[in-house]
């Protein structure tokens, strides 16, 4: 039984009970400051984005977050920020309202180019027609953010 204990928990040496398949000569990551390259949204919206991305890989992955230099790299720019009118209703309006985030990420990862990528992830969240952006929005970005880093993390340290 401790055999097989032993070769099961080192066989897999890529795999995390976190979900992160990271190489083990992976020990660093940078993000550098995603910048804000739309029109519309918060001021604060890539400080607040920047934050949840660095405390995410901080939290999920051994890495250490490194100002510059890491092993991997992720950087880019917040593309969209934008006020949809979704589900029209017989009367010509928009049912319902949609929040969505675009943000742009380039990954590279220093010790297996391969893995280096561009690619948009974007997300949104719905509310009443009835209500405003500005009643919603310290409600739905959160929500929208935490996605987006979800979505990064797992096509960066997941692999998926």
Partial sequence: ??????????GCRLYSFTGSTLSPDVKSITINNFTLATAGGPANLPLTFNERLREYYQRYTNLKVVPSNGDLVLEGSITGYDLLAVAPTAQDQAGVNRLQITVLVRFYNNKDESKNFEQSFSFYQDFPQNQTLSQNESRLIPRILDQIVLDIFN?????W
């Fill in 155 to 159: 096509k960066t340290a997941a692999d």
């Fill in 1 to 10: 039984m401790l055999l097989f204990f032993c070769l099961t928990t080192t």
